[in-house]
């Protein structure tokens, strides 16, 4: 059916591989053709918008899920074959979606997580790396936000896994809780452990990633260490302005001095720079030139977000 993956080339050991995966549903591709390597003790970071495909590619990944075309392997092994048992043990699994029984208690439920391992981390040792010592007894029902996201992360680490999978562990958390899980995933990285995580925060992957994939429609568009794909975009500051009166030649934005790409979603335009100080008279003179004057300007050192935007046209999190 599929190719043998290829042998490791790198002097790295690699953790997981996947080569030529595609899964469709129904009239859907939502993986189309993907091929990915993740080094053993690295935190990789599948980046996208809504639907594209983050979970699906996960959920193959974790054996949850069969691709239509495609082979994966990790940590040495397939899925499929008779030692996935043993695989499963040296995983760890967040899903996007946690449904824990409401009624039990955190030490419960993880009690009961930790029974489905051979080996792996005392209850008590995960309830202090997650920090939920004054919730032990209380029943998930009653937990915050948060709280219910570090107990399912805290359920993926009881078996001390090698491999540690997270769909998008932050969404919806506020600040201090997102700050909460990141060291948790800094810890589990530092001791040695690799992690794949989904997101759509720029900033989450920017801060825990090693390498990121960036993808859209199924695809990675972009592939490398968060600082390698911002320089891909040739700039490093971006100006967001807006005028009073419409321009009437976007194009001559364009060609400006420093100019190297234009977005413009609904009145804002966004324009990404290499230098700043040639970019910004330039750009008031021609807006001058246009007829036309500055309502709001800002500037910022360009995102993982900018380059999301100059591959697609689009904003990540407006899909
Ligand atoms: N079980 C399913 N049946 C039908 N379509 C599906 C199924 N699962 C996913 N899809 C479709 O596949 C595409 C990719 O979905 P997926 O959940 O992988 O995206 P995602 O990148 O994880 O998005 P999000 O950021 O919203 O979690 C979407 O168009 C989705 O509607
Ligand atoms: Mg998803």
Redesign the pocket.
């Known amino acids: 059916m599929s190719t043998q993956v290829s042998a490791v080339v790198s002097a790295q050991r690699v953790a997981l591989r996947c080569e030529g995966l595609v899964?469709r549903?129904?009239d859907?591709?939502?993986?189309d053709g993907l091929d990915l390597k993740v080094f053993g003790g690295e935190c990789f970071g599948?980046l996208?918008?809504?639907?594209?495909?983050?979970?699906?590619?996960?959920?193959i990944l974790e054996g949850l899920?069969m691709p239509d075309e495609g082979e994966v392997e990790l940590l040495g092994q397939r899925w499929n074959s008779s030692d996935d048992r043993a695989l499963r043990e040296r995983i760890g699994v967040q899903l996007?979606e946690t449904q824990l029984a409401e009624k039990v208690t955190v030490v419960e439920t993880l009690r009961l997580f930790r029974s489905f391992y051979k080996r792996g981390h005392s209850v008590e040792e995960v309830i202090r790396t997650v920090a939920l010592e004054e919730k032990r007894n209380a029943r998930v029902g009653k937990l915050s936000g948060g709280q219910k996201q570090r107990l399912a992360v805290a359920c993926a680490l009881v078996s001390d896994p090698e491999l540690l999978f997270l769909?998008?562990p932050t969404?919806g958390l506020d600040p201090q809780a997102r700050l909460s899980l990141w060291d948790i995933v800094e810890k589990f990285r530092d001791g040695g452990g690799t992690i794949l995580l989904?997101t759509?925060y720029m900033e989450e992957a920017a801060r825990l990633c090693d390498r990121v994939a960036i993808?859209d429609h199924?695809k990675v568009i972009a592939l490398g260490t968060p600082a390698e794909l911002i320089e891909s975009l040739g700039a490093d500051q971006v100006i967001e302005f807006s005028v009073a009166t419409a321009l009437t030649n976007d194009d001559a934005l364009t060609n400006l001095p420093a100019v190297k790409h234009l977005h413009k979603r609904a009145e804002i335009y966004a324009l990404t720079v290499s230098e700043i100080g040639v970019a910004l008279p330039a750009l008031l003179a021609e807006i001058k030139q246009q007829q036309s004057e500055v309502v709001t300007l800002t500037t910022h050192q360009a995102t993982l977000e900018d380059v999301f935007v100059s591959l697609t046209g689009r904003m990540l999190r407006d899909?």
């Open positions: 899964k549903f129904a859907v591709t939502a993986v599948l996208g918008p809504n639907g594209a495909g983050k979970t699906t590619t996960v959920e899920t996007q769909d998008e969404t989904t759509h993808m199924g899909g």
